[in-house]
């Protein structure tokens, strides 16, 4: 009895040690991947190599696969997939020099079976940390703020990030992530951190349509919750969130392809989307897509902060000399700079997410993924793990307990 008792233990201890390994890479490639993305779109851009930020996304690539395949019961099929995600990071890489997409995808099959409020609690935190590292240093005039060039201080506005990068964003990815951790029911506190953030936006950044969707999802999540309280059914909601991550994509991409100055239906779309539907169109025509992608360099707004200047009202202008081809919705600029492959990927692990969703009967989960592929139109938010928290939650629901982890 007591051999046994023995050999449970050890089995116990062997895989508590396992599960520990799991979670220190898993938590390690997070906390590095998050430092990256907020160095990379901050002032520091200028003081650190290209090298620094692609070998780190590189790493972090190498430490969830790691995570993927030290699991307690490895199944082949996560370790072909963490083959696959190495050799898809260097041919990506070798392309358009980013890896993001094979992060978010890896991540999905590297996180560990723990409580959803670790990875949330981490999540956080390294936002954060690596926020006050970039306002401290900018504050303190140890770094120049390079968006405005010999000005050592940051402007009461953005916080010393770029247009990209405002405290706005920070607080909606929080917020949606909190509303995903409450099941729909919305803490009161979290419901007014996301009205503030979109005001703030709205107000002094002008983000009018992030404002308007941040409040969507406010407003839609409301509505589930007292239809869940009645049993209502949402099945429409449940299956156009599986469709939308398939029609939402392939109609804008080639409403942006086919666009013409000449209809006047298009033509008011595209006054209506600020001119995105032209911009898009002269991106695609321009460089066209790969499977993997391309080394593109846009100009204006999120890609080149160096062609900004501010204005006497206080708010980022483009510089006259520079040439204006920012485009901003997923479904046009990701194809071009992550390729085809890494954009279906994307596109068929929110399909699955969806479909799980389904059949838990999740309908604010749902209802978010509908709003998260409209807002996909009018921001490339899909990719980046900052503005969107939504990976984290996707890799709890792609995990090996059959429960959901909310």
């Not at 089995?11 to 799991?22: A, C």
């Not at 929080?174 to 005001?199: D, E």
């Not at 066209?288 to 902060?305: A, D, E, I, T």
């Not at 009202?313 to 992550?338: A, E, K, M, Q």
């Amino acid at each position: 009895m007591t051999e046994i008792t023995c050999a449970a233990s050890l089995k116990q201890d062997r895989v508590s040690s396992i599960q520990k390994f799991n979670a220190y890479f898993y938590y390690v490639g997070i906390f590095v991947y998050c430092v990256n993305i907020v160095l990379s779109r901050s002032t520091f851009t200028a003081l650190l190599s290209d090298f620094f930020f692609s070998s780190t996304k590189l790493l972090c690539i190498l430490l969830f696969c790691i995570a993927a395949v030290t699991k307690v019961t490895v199944k082949i099929s996560r370790v072909l997939i963490a083959i696959l995600s190495v050799v898809l990071a260097l041919l990506v890489y070798q392309k358009s020099q980013s890896v993001t997409p094979l992060i978010f995808v890896l991540s999905i099959y590297s996180v560990p079976s723990e409580n959803i409020q670790s990875v949330l609690r981490l999540f956080i935190f390294s936002l954060l940390f690596s926020c006050l590292i970039v306002v401290f240093s900018a504050l303190c005039g140890i770094i120049p703020n390079i968006y405005r060039p010999g000005v050592y201080f940051l402007l009461p506005y953005d916080l010393g990030f770029s247009y990209g990068s405002m405290p706005g964003y920070y607080l909606e990815g929080i917020s949606i992530a909190t509303i995903l951790y409450f099941r729909g029911r919305i803490p009161k506190l979290t419901g007014w951190i996301i009205v503030f953030s979109s005001l703030l936006n709205f107000l002094f950044w002008g983000f009018v349509t992030q404002s308007f969707i941040v409040l969507l999802a406010l407003i839609g999540t409301f509505v589930l919750d007292q239809g869940r309280e009645s049993r209502t059914d949402h099945k429409f909601v449940r299956v156009f969130s599986i469709l939308s991550f398939c029609l939402i994509p392939l109609v804008f991409f080639f409403v942006n392809y086919f666009f013409s100055e000449g209809n006047p239906v298009m033509q008011f779309f595209n006054r209506l989307l600020t001119w995105r539907l032209g911009l898009g169109r002269n991106a695609l025509h321009a460089y066209g897509v790969s499977l993997f992608g391309k080394n593109v360099s846009f100009s204006g707004f999120g890609f080149s902060p160096t062609d900004m200047a501010v204005s006497s009202g206080g708010r980022l202008t483009l510089d006259s000399s520079s040439t204006y081809d920012y485009v901003d919705s997923s479904y046009v600029i990701n194809p071009i700079l992550y390729g085809v492959v890494c954009a279906l990927l994307i596109i068929f692990f929110y399909m699955m997410l969806a479909v799980k969703s389904y059949k838990a009967n999740l309908d604010y989960v749902c209802f978010l993924l509908i709003v998260l592929a409209i807002q996909g139109c009018v921001n490339w938010v899909l990719f980046e793990l900052y503005l969107n928290p939504l990976p984290l939650f996707a890799a709890l629901l792609f995990s090996d307990k059959k429960t959901f982890n909310f």
